[in-house]
């Protein structure tokens, strides 16, 4: 006997109380905020384009102005530079293009919890999660030498860690599945290789009751995290925390959308969730900042951004039109100047690294691509990606892709070597 | 009545309770569903003449609700949700057989980020795909699929802590 999330959901609602909602209520709201309006759309230009925006806000509620909602005008929401599409891909030969080191199936995560590659540590292992399992919901992590096979298993921390910050070759940094409560902090857990114990990192100084986004170490031996600085969740408040001092708190004083860091380089975008007018580069050495616009599209909504030593990878999700999402990944180098933008519907970015670009695509052309900066090589490397949220990394020539396994209810996961 | 107003009642009838329905999911509070439901309904009339020139009002709707309710989340604790048993649990249904279960999935619900319990929500109780559930978040298929994986394990060990039997996924329905 098992119990089945679908009819758990269903038995949940079965007896519901009378609903006190009434239509005239309804109708009476939904007639003042169609005459404030109409109001606006008769204000002149300038107020049309309020009107557009609020109205865009008012439909997202709050999450985005809809690029597929059809009362956004058209603008100029065409990709800048070169184009890659999903057709143009050649298929990958295994072999020839890159050869398996190891893989890890689970068979069943359509029902209990597996063995999960959870990203390279800076000494090229990899780094491995299983669990949570049991009674006491067990979770074991471990580091798997890919080229021997050889996995060894780290001391238990006492809670569930779910989301590598960093993987070092001395420390791994680790948030928590929940932050512990009344906790002032994004719940971080540090793991020293060389002793072998985990500690827990708390800053009681941080802002009490905040929402964090990202949580990023930069070089100075700081953790950067984005604190929600509004109701929206498109800007978050940087702070900052030094790893090592629970007293020493920074309120950057800096607005940003999402935002990561690589080498010395601290980049964001204006905001998140909306289109983007701005990045942001800023020198954590020198302090100095210098900002571009990526033109992205006007109806492009910001979803991720990703930092590598020397480029700027921007995922947005750009309308739907006829039932086809415009997905991209946009490439921007550190002056601003396109790349180049990876176009298809339900493109993702999996990865970037310094010479590469790992695509996942949920769209009609599915599967994972991998485009090489050195060679200019734009591989389809699987023909599907399983469902399952998984981590994709890379270290040197080494990648990592997932497939399903067992007919969609498990998964795979592939190291490689690239050739 | 003018005829928009008309049309938009009777759709409103019959979309609220599978609206509030969902919405309850999601907050775990009745009362607080139909405030969603309210909200997303004010929403569904304001753009109700383009919505029926071109479609899709059920879709818009329940996108608005869950907006409302992602909304209201931001504003407040993700967490922040009624801790006491819900007093209007109606009694004439004998939930007996089911309680154990449902209370252990509301309480693992509850402990969900509110923007993994609606990838809960609507893929296993609205039975959308990954895509649908991607157009209706506003994000892209990638986070759909790691918000629910996450989802998952967690409820997976919510239900491991009660000793209940496990909890798995039945194949979406037809």
Not at chain 1, 198 to 221: C, F, I, K, M, Q
Not at chain 2, 65 to 80: G, I, Q
Not at chain 2, 141 to 150: A, H, M
Request: aromatic content about 8%; glycine content about 8%.
């Amino acid at each position: 006997m098992v119990n089945d999330l679908r009819r758990l959901l269903r038995d949940s609602v079965t007896a519901p109380p009378p609903d006190r909602m009434r239509m005239t209520d309804v109708l009476g709201t939904g007639k003042r905020k169609v005459r404030r309006r109409r109001t606006a759309a008769l204000a002149g230009v300038a107020a049309a384009v309020i009107g557009i925006v609020g109205l865009a806000g008012l439909v997202g509620g709050g999450m985005s102005p809809r690029p597929d909602d059809s009362s956004v005008a058209d603008r100029s929401n065409d990709p800048v530079g070169r184009v890659l599409r999903l057709d143009d891909a050649e298929a990958a030969k295994e072999g020839r293009d890159y050869d398996v080191l190891t893989t890890q199936t689970n068979a069943h995560l359509d029902q209990e919890n597996g063995q999960y590659f959870d990203g390279f540590t800076d000494d090229g292992l990899v780094f491995v999660q299983d669990g949570p399992r049991g009674k006491d919901s067990r979770v074991r992590y471990g580091l798997l030498d890919p080229e021997t096979g050889i996995r060894s298993w780290l001391p238990t921390p006492p809670v569930h860690l779910e989301q590598p910050i960093h993987l070092g070759r001395y420390r791994l940094l680790l948030r928590a599945a929940a932050a512990p409560a009344g906790e002032n902090g994004p719940g971080v857990w540090s793991y020293d290789r060389r002793t072998r114990q985990w500690r827990h990192l708390e800053w009681p100084d941080l802002p009490a009751g905040a929402e964090y986004s990202g949580t990023v170490l930069g070089p100075d031996n700081r953790l950067y995290v984005g604190l929600a600085s509004g109701s929206d969740g498109e800007t978050f408040d940087l702070w900052s925390v030094a790893i090592d001092d629970p007293a020493d708190v920074r309120d950057e004083k800096t607005e940003v959308g999402d935002f990561d860091i690589a080498g010395t380089r601290l980049v964001w975008t204006d905001v998140s969730s909306r289109p983007i007018s701005k990045v942001t580069v800023r020198d954590l050495e020198t302090d100095e900042e210098d900002s571009f616009d990526p033109q992205s599209g006007d109806r492009c909504n910001q979803l991720e951004l990703q930092a590598t030593a020397t480029r700027i990878v921007l995922t947005e999700h750009c309308g739907t039109k006829d039932r086809v999402r415009d997905d991209r990944i946009q490439v921007v180098d550190y002056d601003g100047e396109p790349v180049l933008t990876v176009r298809g519907d339900g493109s993702d970015i999996a990865q970037a690294g310094d010479d590469r670009l790992l695509v996942d695509s949920y769209g009609p052309k599915p599967g994972s691509y991998l485009y090489r900066f050195d060679t200019g090589d734009w591989l389809r490397v699987t023909e599907e990606t399983s469902r399952y949220g998984l981590i994709n990394d890379a270290w040197a020539d080494l990648q990592t892709w997932h497939t399903p396994a067992n007919g969609w209810r498990g998964a795979k996961q592939w190291v490689v070597r690239l050739k | 009545m003018k005829r928009d107003d008309e049309s938009f009642t009777e759709f409103a009838a019959v979309a609220r309770r599978g609206l509030r329905n969902t919405a309850y999911l999601l907050c775990g509070d009745w009362d607080r569903a139909s405030d969603f439901v309210q909200e997303g309904l004010i929403r569904v009339y304001v753009a109700w003449p383009r919505l029926t020139r071109n479609g899709g009002e059920h879709a818009y709707a329940r996108r608005a609700v869950v907006s409302a309710f992602l909304d209201a989340a931001r504003k407040r604790s993700s967490r922040e949700l009624p801790a006491e048993p819900d007093p209007h649990l109606n009694t004439g249904v004998d939930l007996a057989a089911i309680v154990a279960e449902t209370a252990t999935l509301k309480e693992a619900l509850r402990e969900l980020p509110a923007r993994q319990r609606a990838c809960v929500v609507l893929r296993y109780f609205e039975d959308l795909d990954v895509r649908a559930t991607a157009q209706v978040l506003g994000c892209s298929e990638g986070t759909v699929k790691s918000q629910t994986s996450r989802a998952l394990a967690t409820l997976r060990s919510m239900f491991d802590d009660a000793s209940l039997e496990e909890l798995v996924v039945s194949e979406r329905h037809a």
